[in-house]
């Protein structure tokens, strides 16, 4: 992390480490005044364009879930990341990055726990904190999911999410009915995720509690396509595997149709939201010059994902995930079709009536009982199957069908075996699932980075954040020239009209005005006005980024704001002061 924006960010209040009256934990981070404003306000933007916009739906799931869902969706089994602990000093690392960091191995967490063991012991890699050797340390897997019991007695486990996916996924039964079951259809979430991170750092990037923005987006592969031309004109700076491979960082630049025509992209929803997406970043002061999207390499692939590709973004020196676009199958339904008692699929109507031959089994279980007893019931269930699936195995007197490895004969009068002509209305389907997923913590972070500068104003130096207009924590500040001629009283009521017109104001009459300039230079405040004695009525407007100045009435102060912030009206056709 750098230390001048996290000097920047603790001296403005954009963030800073919990708790520090007690020592402070690490990984735990409070948004300060300017920072929860600059939040909300990215999360306002991505609610603008991944919810209002795509028409989507929206949620909000607890964060406590049953330990049967994680069951279920196999973070249970497989939310890890790998660990090796100092002997010395007995510090827990995650042993990936130690790799990575003191080695030419930049993907690490794909490689399994005894290669990174022996990796360590190759380079004969030392413990960050101490410097004592690792060499010889086991490196174990670690599950990052914060356990707790729900009830007083403790009878039901459940744990804290690491993600908010799973809370979509669960409640699709009931959200389906609200889309009138038809794919496709979103549903989005913006909320707090826990992740026990085995060594947290650079502040927001890597938290143990954060907030994500996540959009399900529930698609009919075999009938649903994304509207490509909204994106055709997006420049996307893609990094396939091939280039990967290659040892090269030349990145492919091409519109989202370009990319699916030449195959790079292998998902047209996958090319939709990369578009979608690269322009959403560029909208909240992402620098495209230091942004690209990177395909996961083979071993990097969750195991519920066919493709993934991550938005990076280069910070201090590092590419940085900000979001995972990934397209999960039916993986996550199917998961909890077998684990949940409900319907994870859509009945997908038919335009006309099918008709269509079925093979069916009707057994006589007073014949199946006696005789198999205790499989009886398996059976049956494997006749059905074995109709279902090669109805001449019913030809002869006898059908032999196999349960759990021991073979079942059954007389074929006995099955009940008959093929029926059906009417079918429709079929269902279970939707797959294409999940952009941000990180909201490291959006903002990643936005402070790319907007933070140094220049020279009048033979100073000053800091300045270039934010955009729309995740700007304030777009004015109103201050008096001076403490005399009633201009603080002046000030404040200018200050109250333009918020009772919707502007985000604040008010400042400490110190000289230049220093009040850079007060606001710092926090990325666009426009400052300040009232002056001026007896024409009209006040001065600076802008941040050039410390321009044009004079305007009064009387015209908040049509001229309003309209410089939609973007009606550019500063420079103001009359200058």
């Known amino acids: 992390m750098s230390s001048d924006l996290s000097e920047l960010a603790r001296r403005r209040g954009f963030f800073f480490q919990a ?18 404003a600059l939040k909300r306000k990215v999360e306002e933007a991505w609610r603008d364009r991944f919810v ?23 973070h249970l089994e497989g939310f890890d990341d790998m660990l090796v602990e100092c002997a010395e000093c007995g510090e827990s690392h995650r042993a990936d990055h130690v790799v990575e960091d003191a080695t030419d191995v930049e993907d690490a967490e794909s490689l399994p726990t005894d290669e990174v063991e022996d990796l360590i012991a190759e380079h004969d890699l030392p413990c960050p ?51 009138r079951n038809q794919t496709p259809f979103g549903v989005a979430q913006i909320g707090t995720g826990y992740r026990n991170e085995i060594s947290p750092r650079n502040a927001l990037l890597r938290a143990r509690e954060f907030t994500m923005a996540e959009l399900e987006m529930f ?49 047209d929803w996958i090319a939709y939201f990369l578009g979608r997406s690269t322009a959403w970043f560029e909208r909240v002061g992402v620098d495209l010059e230091r942004f690209r999207l990177r395909q996961h390499l083979p071993g990097e692939l969750a195991h519920y994902a066919s493709d993934c590709w991550d938005a990076e973004a280069l910070v201090d020196g590092d590419w940085v995930e900000i979001e995972g676009i990934a397209a999960r199958s039916d993986y996550d339904l199917s998961k909890h079709a077998k684990y949940a008692d409900d319907s994870f699929t859509i009945f997908k109507e038919y335009d ?50 196999s349960v759990d490895g021991d073979e079942y004969a059954v007389p074929v009068e006995q099955t009940g075996f008959a093929v029926e002509e059906v009417t079918e209305h429709g079929e269902h389907v279970t939707p797959h699932v294409v999940e952009p997923a941000f990180g909201v913590g490291r959006v ?29 924590p304030t777009f004015v500040g109103v201050f008096p020239l001076t403490d005399q001629d009633g201009l603080p009283e002046t000030a404040r009521e200018v200050a109250e009209t333009l918020r009772a017109a919707g502007l985000d104001v604040t008010y400042d009459d400490s ?38 100045q044009a004079r305007v009435e009064l009387d015209d102060l908040v049509g001229t704001l309003a309209e410089l912030r939609a973007g009606e009206l550019a500063f420079e056709d103001l009359p200058e002061a």
Do not use: W
């Open 19 to 36: 708790n520090e009256s007690y020592g402070g934990v690490a990984g735990f981070y409070t948004y300060g005044p300017e920072g929860a």
């Open 52 to 74: 209002t916009k795509e028409g989507n739906l929206e949620i909000d799931s607890p964060t406590v879930t049953p330990e049967a869902v994680f069951e279920a969706s196999g």
């Open 129 to 179: 904190e101490c410097g004592a050797s690792l060499a010889g340390q086991p490196v174990e897997t670690f599950n990052l999911m914060f356990e707790t019991e729900i009830g007083p007695g403790g009878d039901q486990a459940g744990f804290l999410r690491p993600e908010t996916a799973q809370g979509m996924f669960t409640e699709f039964p009931r959200l389906k009915e609200y889309a």
């Open 219 to 267: 698609v009919d592969p075999e009938a649903d396509e994304p509207d490509l031309a909204a994106v055709a004109d997006v420049d996307l700076p893609l990094y396939p595997v091939d280039a990967q491979q290659a040892d090269g960082e030349e990145y492919l630049h091409m519109t989202p149709v370009e990319a699916v025509e030449a195959g790079v992209v292998g998902s």
């Open 352 to 401: 006309e009536p099918v008709s269509t031959e079925r093979a069916t089994v009707d057994p006589d279980m007073s014949y199946l009982g006696p005789e198999f007893g205790g499989a009886a019931g398996e059976v049956a269930d494997a006749l059905q199957a074995l109709a279902e699936r090669d109805r001449s195995a019913f030809d002869g007197d006898e059908v032999v069908v």
């Open 444 to 472: 903002v972070y990643s936005v402070l980075a790319h907007a933070h500068e140094s220049d020279v104003v009048e033979g100073e130096e000053r800091d300045v954040l270039r934010l955009p207009q729309a995740v700007a």
């Open 511 to 548: 110190g000289s005005i230049g220093r009040r300039y850079r007060r606001q230079d710092e926090v990325g405040t666009p426009y400052c006005v300040t009232l002056d004695a001026d007896p024409e009525g009209t006040a001065t407007i600076r802008e941040r980024d050039s410390t321009a």
